[in-house]
Nanobody
Framework: VQLVESGGGMVQPGGSLRLSCAAS????????MGWYRQAPEKQRELVAH???????NYAESVKGRFTISRDNFKNTVYLQMNSLRPDDTAVYYC?????????WGKGTLVNVSS
């Protein structure tokens, strides 16, 4: 299993970014996927989750601003982030739980700053 995130960077408050996670090594369409983030000196937290059937759920702090989606033809999961705030600054990680084993990408840094 391999998960490779991309799309992070520096953005001003109020701006937008779209993160991508390219997955390989498993039957992508059959598994739930998630985005997590970890800010400096904080625990990793769930940001958004999408099931194999396209049901989604979000952390309260990002509801209405972030959207998770997936493309099963491209084996890719996305996180569209709008109205970004400084407290969204973190390393964002893609997650897949495949056959009861958690897999993580290396992460992509999102820095929201003026």
């Amino acid at each position: 299993v391999q998960l490779v995130e991309s799309g992070g960077g520096m953005v001003q408050p109020g701006g937008s970014l779209r993160l991508s996670c390219a997955a390989s090594g498993f039957t992508f369409s059959s598994y739930d996927m998630g985005w997590y983030r970890q800010a400096p000196e904080k625990q990793r937290e769930l940001v958004a989750h999408i099931t194999s059937g396209d049901s989604t759920n979000y952390a309260e702090s990002v509801k209405g601003r972030f959207t998770i989606s997936r493309d099963n033809f491209k084996n890719t999961v996305y996180l569209q982030m709008n109205s970004l705030r400084p407290d969204d600054t973190a390393v964002y990680y893609c997650n897949a739980n495949v056959r009861n084993t958690n897999y993580w990408g290396k992460g992509t840094l999102v820095n929201v700053s003026s």
